[in-house]
Structure formats: C-alpha cells, structure tokens
C-alpha cells in the first residue's frame, strides 16, 4: 500500500486524470468529509499525526488540480517519461477502472459506492470494516445499543418512530463518517421499498 507522500493528486482525491472541474470539487468535499478531524472512524484507524498529513495533502492535491496552469504543469511533469513519452492513462491499466486503483481510499473507509442505499445491513458492514463495535458508536452517539442494533437487524416491527429514526441515523451516520442525508434517505428508500413487499 502506497503512503500518501508517494500518491499523484489524482489518487489522493480519487478522481481521474480527466476530471472536470466539478468531479475534483466533488472529490474533495468527499474528503474532507471522510477526514475531518473529529470523525471517531478516522481516528480509530489513523493517528494524529497521519491525519493532519492526509489533510495537508487533499488541500494541496486540491489546490494543484482546481488552478488550471498549475494542474497542466504538474500533468505534464508526471504523467511523461524522460524520453518525453506519454505514460498509459492509469484508467486503461491492466482494465481496472481509475477509481478502484486509489490505495488510500476514503471511498472504501466510508463505503460509498455509488448509489448504494444505506439499510442496516449495509451500515453494519461498513462499521464492522472499520473495525468500530456498536457498544463505541452507542457510547459516541448516546443512542441505545437496543435500537441500534434494531436498525442494523432491519427489524421493521421494532423501529422508533420516523422522526427518532432520522435523528438516530444522523447520529450513527457522524460517527461512522459517513453522509448523514445519504444514510437517512437510503435507509428510508429502503423502508419504503420493504413496505411494498
């Protein structure tokens, strides 16, 4: 695995070389999102100090590719050989798409693949990736372990009430550093798609 010294800016932001504009802004809400200082799933899996250096690196990574001049000089000096030859774009290597190639991937540490709808099952797996065990997120989050583990079983029955539901969600979805509007429409797309069963 790559340190975060030795990744283009491309890969810090996991965006492709031909990203516009608006992907790199998008890319790097993304991230800042996922390594905020206060995030207790971050903080679980990376010091202090590598922290503040991956976030030292978005900014600069950010910075470099959203200024036009200074994104054409930095392509151009790493993305050729000494013999003025043009690398492969790294999106038709070996036929792995670019976004799969990034080593320190915040989108796997927050598991947000694209549109996936967030329901129990998936928060559950999320959380166990990261290594978090719910007795940490009910004490981060003040929330019962009863009714969370009620969200992750899924158990329709024994849910609270809607307006408790999304301020539970909320809760669970800051502490796992996650998008806490994404959670709670996932999870209430999933209701609603599990009602009409």
């Not at 030859?85 to 693949?113: C, N, V, Y």
Request: aromatic share 10%.
């Amino acid at each position: 695995m790559k340190r975060i010294d030795e990744e283009t800016y491309y890969e810090i932001l996991e965006v492709s070389p031909t990203a516009t504009a608006k992907e790199i802004q998008m890319a790097y809400d993304h991230a800042k999102e996922t390594f905020h200082s206060e995030s207790l799933a971050i903080y679980s899996l990376f010091s202090e100090e590598e922290i503040s250096k991956i976030q030292a690196a978005i900014e600069q990574a950010y910075r470099i590719l959203m200024d036009e001049a200074l994104r054409k000089r930095y392509d151009q000096s790493h993305f050729q050989t000494a013999g003025g030859q043009e690398w492969e774009k790294p999106s038709e290597m070996e036929g792995i798409p670019w976004e799969k190639r990034a080593s320190l991937s915040f989108t796997d540490l927050a598991a947000h693949a694209g549109e996936e709808i967030y329901r129990g099952k998936t928060l559950r797996q999320i959380r166990e990736k990261m290594g978090i065990n719910l007795k940490t997120v009910s004490a981060e989050t003040k929330i019962n372990m009863k009714i969370l583990e009620q969200i992750e079983e899924e158990a329709l029955d024994r849910l609270p009430t809607l307006v408790y539901l999304k301020g539970f969600l909320k809760g669970y979805a800051h502490c796992l550093g996650l998008n806490p509007q994404k959670v709670i429409d996932g999870y209430i797309q999933f209701l609603n798609e599990s009602k009409k069963k």
